[in-house]
């Protein structure tokens, strides 16, 4: 099977090289690291004693070894890694073996035999999206017992561990919304019932007056709707507390859109010369919320729409790219699973077809009964702005949290607006666009510059979070609380700097920021665990989180390929 998938970034299409042809190489060719493949190793190697050797004759020295370089996304993932991944994530495995409470109403997956999938694949001409079925903790937790032994030493072998590395790119990083799923306090519903009735997105049925004839725009829709190709879904924004009507983009609108991403890619690298601060997802995020903003075809909200953002909550960003990903996939999309055994042996894959629409999850307990009640308005635009500031203020989770980094300063967070996650990322860009350009013509040595660089990235490493932060509060030794909030954006700045020196302040703020991110999630986007167990009619074992916006990507660019893959 041939895949001609475009590959910019950690964002190419997540499928095995064994199974694709080598994608195109664009002048920087970004490259997802590889996981690390297992060897035969012998403990006992590193406490022999070295033989004695007999003298040996001087030799004229070789060449060094020619350096292989890093490409700029390399470089940027090994810091990410290293800085992020250490410093967020330490306590990843001490995480307890506990999972939230979930209710199924449809299984999401259709599986098939692989007779039958080979003849869906032929006529989609569509490539498997591996999709994740254990979170990273889970499967680190199964490999902890398995001898060090070359996992990919069959076919079948080979496939699995394939299915797993491109699987592995559909999860949140770091292990993010880990303890979101593994909170026992949780009960994540697909349908929520409310007042006899259940809350769910919906593809609503375009019937029309026999009276009159739709035309334009509200004609196109309704046949798509007919022909199985989209038409509109209705989506609710639980942090927000809205529901949007998303109608889906035309093919042409998708295929300028992977050319915008590629060519601001490009522009960033260029800036940047191979630096570390290429922030993809700030581009990315930009790229889906123009597209999201063109395919709005209806809001819940009663007031005008001009300023949208300003009242979408950042975590609905997930929500968003799930939903945008439904319309581009309306009749699902083939995708490969590993369904895991307590033998490492009995493990196998499954295939078939996954309904994108059925993966979105929302925490029945985040909520309460006045919030749910409001969500239940989900027919006319009636919701006026003093009613969301009411609903926003009703979550039963905590929307903010104080840190006390010392005896005189707290910060408080907060979720932000989309507009706020723009403005904060913009700059966050620019400054150090500016910065990186001032390094690179002040230092011709290139590793020198790379390491003023990543020192620089690592002393701004709080600003990524920033548009988390509300409030910074000090509190003088018998004076009153000062209040840094909206007014005071840029001595916030100034404040949060003067501490970036401070790595153990910063190391606690930075993982209570994303403890906080986990903890105030009300709706997530995942995927329902698959065991050969037998399990109750209405409960699976656990959900895996899923990264939507790497996952709208993945099948924006399949979709894309697709298209250009078209005969005259």
């Known amino acids: 099977m041939t895949d001609n998938t475009p590959n910019f970034g950690s964002l190419n299409d997540p499928f095995d090289q064994e199974h694709q042809a080598a994608p195109p190489t664009p002048p920087t060719p970004p490259q997802v690291p590889e996981e690390p493949k297992a060897s035969v190793v012998n403990p006992e190697d590193d406490y022999m004693d070295p033989e004695p050797q007999s003298p040996t004759p001087p030799t004229t020295p070789k060449d060094p070894e020619p350096v292989v370089s890093m490409t700029p996304e390399e470089k940027q993932q090994e810091i990410f890694d290293k800085v992020l991944g250490e410093k967020h994530l330490s306590t990843l495995n001490d995480l307890p073996e506990k999972g939230a409470n979930v209710h199924l109403s449809t299984n999401p997956f259709k599986e098939m035999s692989q007779r039958e999938f080979e003849e869906e694949l032929s006529k989609r001409k569509d490539i498997p999206v591996a999709i994740p079925s254990v979170t990273l903790k889970q499967f680190q937790n199964m490999v902890k017992g398995i001898p060090n032994v070359d996992l990919q030493d069959s076919p079948t072998n080979r496939e699995l561990m394939a299915i797993y590395r491109s699987s592995y790119n559909h999860l949140p990083k770091y292990g993010g919304l880990q303890s979101t799923v593994d909170n026992e306090e949780r009960d994540f519903y697909q349908e929520l019932p409310v007042d006899g009735g259940v809350l769910k997105p919906m593809k609503p049925k375009m019937s029309i007056n026999p009276a009159t004839k739709p035309t334009g725009e509200q004609a196109v829709i309704r046949m798509n709707a007919l022909m199985g190709k989209g038409g509109v879904i209705n989506v609710p924004l639980y942090h927000s507390g809205f529901w949007v009507s998303i109608k889906n983009p035309p093919d042409s609108r998708l295929i300028d859109m992977e050319y915008e991403i590629v060519n601001s890619k490009v522009v960033l690298g260029r800036n940047l010369l191979g630096s570390i601060f290429s922030n993809d997802r ?102 006026s702005d003093l009613e969301l500031e009411k609903y926003q203020e009703k979550f ?81 030794e018998g ?48 995927t329902p665990t698959l065991t050969e167990e037998p399990t109750q009619s209405n409960r699976f074992p656990h959900l895996v989180p899923m990264d939507p916006l790497y ?16 005969t005259a």
């Open 551 to 566: 996952t709208f990507f993945t099948l924006l660019l399949q979709r894309t390929t697709k298209i250009s893959s078209r």
């Open 479 to 526: 004076g009153e609380e000062e209040v840094y909030g909206d007014d005071d954006k840029d001595t916030i700045d100034k404040m949060l700097s003067s501490i970036s020196t401070n790595d153990a302040v910063i190391d606690m703020l930075l993982k209570e920021i994303t403890q906080f991110i986990d903890d105030t999630q009300v709706s997530i986007i995942a």
């Open 396 to 476: 039963k989770l905590k929307m903010t949290k104080r840190v006390k980094l010392d005896d005189i300063m707290t910060v408080v967070l907060g979720v932000p607006t989309i507009t706020d996650y723009l403005i904060f990322g913009e700059n966050w860009i620019n400054t150090n666009i500016a910065r990186a350009d001032a390094i690179i013509e002040d230092t011709e040595d290139e590793v020198r510059r790379n390491e003023l660089i990543t020192n620089y990235f690592k002393s701004d490493l709080l600003s990524q979070y920033r548009h988390f932060i509300k409030e910074v509060i000090l509190t003088p």
């Open 282 to 383: 700030l581009f990315m995020v930009q790229a889906l919320l123009q597209l999201f903003r063109e395919c709005v075809y209806n809001t819940t909200l009663q007031e005008a729409t001009d300023n949208l953002f300003d009242k979408i909550k950042l975590h609905d960003i997930n929500t968003i790219a799930w939903a945008m990903a439904s319309m581009i996939y309306p009749n699902g999309v083939p995708y490969s699973r590993i369904i895991y055994s307590e033998n490492i042996e009995e493990n196998r894959v499954a295939k078939g077809i996954v309904d994108i629409s059925k993966l979105l999850w929302v925490d029945r307990n985040a909520l309460s009964e006045d919030q749910m009640r409001h969500m239940a308005r989900n027919r006319k635009p009636t919701m």
